[in-house]
């Protein structure tokens, strides 16, 4: 989407070039900067007169522009639109056409855009499209202007202005026109001035005191004219004769001892400008809103994890940094894979911290398991082993009817695949389903690595803890048996960051005697 800021700076590139070549040039070269755009250009009805602009400007004839259509639209390549008019191509049956229009409704002229993409274009930069009009179309109506004030023979140039010369002035353009004496009183006016800013007539519109609300007083802007050339642009505000305030812009210039001005209503152009920042300071609030719900919910995840993995930690002496430590293990090796990306589907940025918080809870489901069982101090006979194989079941249905009530897949639904597979075997002969190799979720397989290293380094009642070096060459061992290789690999060139994080987190005494 198109930002104020974006369209505030494009306006101040075209108010800032002088030749109107220039100023299309700008608004031109912008819209073929957009995505989507191969080519952009302008046409106008062989009605307007812009002098030596003229060469610069593909025409159409009036009698043909009641053929086109009032609103922006897609042409379908039997509009009667000359060719030439996109630089290093012909007309597309593919163009957006974005119509201005004079000051009784018709067809003025138009922007023309060829796109890729029409419909999608025309439907995302409607707004914007109406806005670039309606600037080139004050931009054509001004250098038309120009045209006309510049053309009169010399003996209608004297200090002060004829009313041969006013007349001819007024009747130049259905825009709004005054001439006004140094001392601020209006000489003449036209018709459109007085119906737009509903006035009755002179005498009414001298009898108002301060029509226009300006920044400096009258003598200021007498300077501001005598030291400049032409038309000088000023943005002012004006009583109207009902009793509101319109926002103009005064193009205004020093005839003699007198100032010709021209007033075009920009009131609707810059509601929307307030509008769209209105808009755009309330979506950055939703925003940071947004982002703020997102952390605590984010937070609250984590929490909720912890506290039910604190569950199997709490019946089960043996873990003690256990959790933390598998948990960073993971996180190290999902962060490797998602840069290397060797897998044929894409792992995304967001994974490491997903499985980070998933993982807590790989071993839930010991929560379902006997005492004498889960805090036998010695080897397990087959009957026993047959129970504990059981949490892998358990936990897996903990999680996923928890999962299955949020109504759909949750931050639970990674964490009850690890539960369910992470004693899964490369080769088949894992449980509790005997999945192998890419049957195994990612998830799992990164979980069995990081499980089974911890289990060797650790002490049990059972067992002394392993050395590192131990631990990394059963690994290595087991590779392509138990471990996908991928993971084994990535494994290896990660074990002194595994080592460092055992040291880290170590048992806590209490937990391991």
Same mark, same amino acid.
């Given at each position: 989407m198109?930002?104020?800021?974006?369209?505030?700076?494009?306006?101040d590139?075209?108010?800032? &070039?002088?030749a109107?070549t220039? &100023?299309?040039?700008?608004?031109?070269?912008?819209?073929?900067?957009l995505?989507?755009? =191969?080519? #952009?250009g302008?046409?106008?009805?062989?009605?307007l007169?812009?002098?030596?602009?003229?060469h610069?400007?593909?025409?159409?004839a009036?009698a043909n522009?009641? $053929?086109l259509?009032?609103e922006p639209a897609?042409?379908?390549?039997?509009?009667?639109?000359p060719s030439?008019?996109?630089?290093?191509?012909?007309?597309?049956?593919v163009?957006?056409f974005?119509?201005?229009?004079? &000051?009784?409704g018709?067809v003025?002229?138009?922007i023309?855009?060829k796109?890729?993409g029409?419909? /999608?274009?025309?439907?995302h930069n409607r707004?914007?499209?109406? $806005?670039l009009? !309606?600037?080139?179309?004050?931009?054509v109506?001004i250098?038309?202007?120009?045209t006309?004030?510049?053309?009169?023979s010399?003996?209608?140039?004297?200090?002060?202005?004829?009313?041969?010369v006013?007349?001819?002035?007024m009747?130049? $353009?259905?825009?709004?026109?005054?001439?006004?004496?140094?001392d601020?009183?209006?000489?003449?006016v036209?018709q459109r001035?007085?119906d737009?800013?509903?006035?009755?007539n002179?005498d009414?519109?001298?009898s108002?005191?301060?029509?226009?609300?300006?920044?400096?007083?009258?003598?200021?802007?007498l /300077?501001?004219?005598?030291?400049n050339?032409?038309?000088t642009?000023?943005?002012? @505000?004006?009583?109207?004769?009902?009793?509101?305030?319109?926002?103009v812009q005064?193009y205004?210039?020093?005839m003699?001892k007198?100032?010709?001005?021209?007033l075009?209503?920009?009131?609707d152009?810059?509601s929307?400008?307030e509008?769209?920042k209105e808009t755009l =300071?309330t /979506?950055q609030g939703?925003?940071?809103?947004l982002s703020?719900?997102t952390? *605590?919910l984010?937070?609250?995840? #984590?929490?909720?994890?912890?506290?039910?993995a604190? $569950?199997?930690?709490?019946?089960?002496k043996?873990?003690?940094?256990?959790l /933390?430590?598998?948990?960073e293990?993971?996180? *190290?090796?999902?962060r490797?894979i998602?840069?290397?990306?060797p897998?044929?589907f894409?792992?995304?940025?967001?994974?490491?911290?997903?499985?980070?918080?998933?993982?807590m809870?790989?071993?839930?489901? @010991?929560?379902?398991?006997?005492?004498?069982?889960?805090?036998?101090?010695?080897?397990?006979?087959? !009957? =026993?082993?047959?129970?504990?194989k059981?949490?892998?079941?358990?936990?897996?249905t903990i999680l996923?009817?928890a999962?299955?009530?949020?109504?759909?897949q949750?931050?639970?639904?990674?964490a009850?695949?690890?539960?369910?597979?992470?004693?899964?075997w490369?080769?088949? @002969?894992g449980y509790?389903h005997?999945?192998?190799?890419?049957?195994?979720p990612?998830?799992a397989r990164?979980?069995?690595?990081?499980?089974?290293y911890d289990a060797?380094?650790?002490?049990?009642?059972?067992?002394?803890?392993?050395?590192?070096d131990?631990?990394?060459g059963?690994?290595?061992?087991?590779t392509?048996k138990?471990?996908?290789?991928?993971?084994?690999?990535?494994f !290896?060139?990660? =074990?002194?960051r595994?080592e460092?994080?055992?040291?880290?987190f170590?048992d806590?005494?209490?937990?391991?005697?």
């Amino acid at each position: 989407m198109t930002s104020l800021n974006e369209m505030t700076e494009l306006f101040d590139k075209v108010d800032a &070039r002088s030749a109107f070549t220039g &100023r299309i040039g700008e608004i031109i070269d912008w819209i073929e900067s957009l995505p989507g755009v =191969e080519a #952009a250009g302008l046409i106008c009805t062989d009605r307007l007169h812009l002098g030596a602009d003229d060469h610069s400007i593909h025409r159409i004839a009036a009698a043909n522009a009641g $053929l086109l259509p009032a609103e922006p639209a897609i042409l379908n390549g039997k509009s009667p639109i000359p060719s030439g008019i996109f630089r290093g191509g012909g007309l597309s049956p593919v163009t957006v056409f974005s119509p201005f229009l004079d &000051r009784s409704g018709g067809v003025a002229g138009a922007i023309l855009v060829k796109s890729s993409g029409p419909k /999608q274009f025309l439907r995302h930069n409607r707004s914007v499209l109406g $806005l670039l009009s !309606s600037k080139t179309r004050d931009l054509v109506e001004i250098a038309s202007l120009r045209t006309g004030a510049g053309a009169h023979s010399a003996e209608d140039r004297s200090d002060d202005l004829t009313p041969r010369v006013i007349g001819k002035l007024m009747d130049l $353009l259905n825009l709004p026109m005054y001439v006004m004496s140094p001392d601020g009183t209006f000489i003449s006016v036209n018709q459109r001035f007085l119906d737009g800013f509903h006035y009755a007539n002179l005498d009414d519109l001298n009898s108002r005191a301060g029509i226009f609300i300006r920044e400096n007083d009258w003598n200021f802007q007498l /300077q501001r004219l005598t030291s400049n050339d032409g038309f000088t642009p000023l943005t002012v @505000k004006v009583h109207t004769g009902d009793d509101r305030v319109r926002t103009v812009q005064d193009y205004s210039m020093l005839m003699g001892k007198s100032v010709f001005g021209v007033l075009l209503d920009v009131s609707d152009y810059v509601s929307v400008n307030e509008k769209l920042k209105e808009t755009l =300071e309330t /979506q950055q609030g939703l925003n940071e809103r947004l982002s703020t719900t997102t952390a *605590l919910l984010q937070k609250t995840q #984590a929490t909720a994890m912890k506290s039910l993995a604190k $569950l199997a930690e709490y019946r089960d002496k043996e873990t003690g940094g256990h959790l /933390q430590r598998i948990c960073e293990y993971m996180r *190290l090796v999902t962060r490797e894979i998602h840069d290397d990306q060797p897998y044929s589907f894409h792992v995304s940025k967001h994974y490491p911290e997903d499985i980070y918080i998933s993982g807590m809870l790989h071993d839930i489901g @010991k929560v379902g398991v006997p005492d004498q069982i889960l805090l036998k101090p010695g080897p397990l006979d087959e !009957s =026993e082993w047959t129970v504990m194989k059981k949490h892998t079941n358990w936990g897996y249905t903990i999680l996923n009817q928890a999962d299955h009530e949020l109504g759909e897949q949750s931050f639970l639904t990674l964490a009850s695949r690890i539960a369910l597979h992470h004693h899964e075997w490369w080769n088949g @002969k894992g449980y509790p389903h005997g999945l192998a190799g890419d049957e195994i979720p990612l998830s799992a397989r990164i979980g069995a690595v990081a499980d089974v290293y911890d289990a060797l380094t650790s002490r049990r009642p059972y067992k002394d803890a392993w050395t590192h070096d131990h631990a990394v060459g059963e690994i290595k061992r087991l590779t392509g048996k138990q471990f996908d290789p991928v993971i084994s690999d990535i494994f !290896s060139r990660l =074990e002194t960051r595994f080592e460092t994080v055992r040291n880290r987190f170590p048992d806590e005494p209490a937990l391991v005697n």
